[in-house]
T-cell receptor, first 114, second 114 residues
Framework: DGGITQSPKYLFRKEGQNVTLSCEQN?????MYWYRQDPGQGLRLIYY???????QKGDIAEGYSVSREKKESFPLTVTSAQKNPTAFYLC?????????????FGPGTRLTVT | AQSVTQLGSHVSVSEGALVLLRCNYS??????LFWYVQYPNQGLQLLLK??????LVKGINGFEAEFKKSETSFHLTKPSAHMSDAAEYFC????????????FGTGTRLQVTL
């Protein structure tokens, strides 16, 4: 079955540690995205990548880093510089359907930092 | 810059009643508009999308939305609510020419009561 997988579902870390969230897709999509979701704030874009070896900052990139070495994979690292890392993180991917880039989402990773 | 406003963070309806979730957008160019649904601790699922082909868009699970340019609105409706419709709903906008970037509203949580 084609889709997007994120692992793990729940992740716990101590403050000051870097942590990497996994996102893999087998949809053959060119573009991939990372969002952060907090209660009452909707989804906010962290980083996105339209092709391999290239990515752009979103609206809240500070304290995060990404890589795109393979088309299928787009891991997100939450660094110790991120002041409030506890949140629900969603990965998405998209392919152009004509001019429209509808996005497909993974199941998410809930990160708790204490 | 594009933006989305969802009026009402919480909406409660009785089972069998009309569902109306409001979305207003701001965009400097013709927009593409989307409605997504999110069940607890899951990713987002696309309900429907507006891509300028037709102003009344039908989606999955009996939902539909009407694009009204004069009101800059894209409200989501369903004639008869079902208990399984209880979830959080997000409206999103994408501008033509900025391929890939979605801006999300803050979401509306729909409660369905007996």
């Amino acid at each position: 079955d084609g889709g997007i997988t994120q692992s793990p579902k729940y992740l716990f870390r101590k403050e000051g540690q870097n942590v990497t969230l996994s996102c893999e897709q087998n949809l053959n999509h060119d573009a991939m995205y990372w969002y952060r979701q907090d209660p009452g704030q909707g989804l906010r874009l962290i980083y996105y990548s339209q092709i391999v070896n290239d990515f752009q900052k979103g609206d809240i990139a500070e304290g995060y880093s990404v890589s795109r070495e393979k088309k299928e994979s787009f891991p997100l690292t939450v660094t110790s510089a991120q002041k409030n890392p506890t949140a629900f993180y969603l990965c998405a991917s998209s392919i152009s359907t004509g001019e429209v880039y509808e996005q497909y989402f993974g199941p998410g990773t809930r990160l708790t930092v204490t | 810059a594009q933006s989305v406003t969802q009026l009402g963070s919480h909406v409660s309806v009785s089972e069998g009643a009309l569902v109306l979730l409001r979305c207003n957008y701001s965009s400097s160019v013709p927009p593409y508009l989307f409605w997504y649904v999110q069940y607890p601790n899951q990713g987002l699922q696309l309900l429907l999308k507006y891509t300028s082909a037709a102003t009344l868009v039908k989606g999955i699970n009996g939902f539909e939305a009407e694009f009204k340019k004069s009101e800059t609105s894209f409200h989501l409706t369903k004639p008869s609510a079902h208990m399984s419709d209880a979830a959080e709903y997000f409206c999103a906008v994408s501008e033509t020419g900025t391929a890939s970037k979605l801006t999300f509203g803050t979401g509306t949580r729909l409660q369905v009561t007996l």
